[in-house]
Nanobody, 126 residues
Framework: QLQLVESGGGLVQPGGSLRLSCAAS????????IGWFRQAPGKEREGVSC????????YYADSVKGRFTISRDNAKNTMYLQMNSLKSEDTAIYYC???????????????????WGQGTQVTVSS
């Protein structure tokens, strides 16, 4: 059974850092594009960052550029989202997602992804 499981969320003060992890099971991430999305209360789920399976290229939403870093460890079948300089507006449920896409760059478009984790809560508050 294909599964993605996020971890690493929690409560952090503004300016702090968190690292989210997403472990895959039932399939290997090698040829998959991986994305991180988030959904704040009352808002649509939005793309935060993604990393391509083909060439490792990364993309970021403007709101997180320079603060968040996406990475993947194919040997561990796990991907990460390092979040620094967190702001209150980063508060949301964060989801990882995957789509088999060996020859194309990743995308921040939610409908392109067909495997999703259950989400992990990130709260930025003093």
């Amino acid at each position: 059974q294909l599964q993605l499981v996020e971890s690493g969320g929690g409560l952090v003060q503004p300016g702090g850092s968190l690292r989210l992890s997403c472990a895959a099971s039932g399939f290997t991430l090698d040829y998959y594009a991986i994305g991180w999305f988030r959904q704040a209360p009352g808002k649509e789920r939005e793309g935060v960052s993604c990393i391509s399976g083909s060439d490792g290229r990364t993309y970021y939403a403007d709101s997180v550029k320079g603060r968040f870093t996406i990475s993947r460890d194919n040997a561990k079948n796990t991907m990460y989202l390092q979040m620094n300089s967190l702001k209150s507006e980063d508060t949301a449920i964060y989801y990882c997602a995957a789509v088999r896409r060996p020859f194309r760059s990743c995308t921040l478009q939610r409908p392109e992804y067909n495997y999703w984790g259950q989400g992990t809560q990130v709260t930025v508050s003093s």
